[in-house]
Nanobody
């Protein structure tokens, strides 16, 4: 099983990025897929999740209204559309798979760096 996050980069405040999480070796629709981030000197934060079968989504207050999570089950890819980015969104972003959002993560992907300049 492998999760590969990509799409990070350097963007100015107010800009947008779209992160991708490509999964291989698992049936995407059977898992809840979560996005986490870790900023320097801060604890890892769960910011968004889509449940298995995409029946529900969840967003942290810090990103609600700015970020959108969506899946393409046919492509085994999860996306995180990030709009209106702020410098405080600067972090390494990770995707992870589990049976329930943010709980008991079974698989982690390598992170992708997002840097938002002011």
């Amino acid at each position: 099983v492998q999760l590969q996050a990509s799409g990070g980069g350097l963007v100015q405040a107010g800009g947008s990025l779209r992160l991708s999480c490509l999964a291989s070796g698992l049936t995407f629709g059977d898992y809840a897929i979560s996005w986490f981030r870790r900023a320097p000197e801060r604890e890892r934060e769960g910011i968004s999740c889509t449940s298995s079968r995409s029946t529900s989504t969840w967003y942290a207050d810090s990103v609600k209204g700015r970020f959108t999570i969506f899946k393409d089950n046919a492509e085994n890819t999860l996306y995180l559309q990030m709009d209106s980015l702020k410098p405080e969104d600067t972090a390494v972003y990770y995707c992870a798979a589990s049976s329930s959002c943010f709980v008991g993560m079974s698989y982690w992907g390598k992170g992708t760096q997002v840097t938002v300049s002011s």
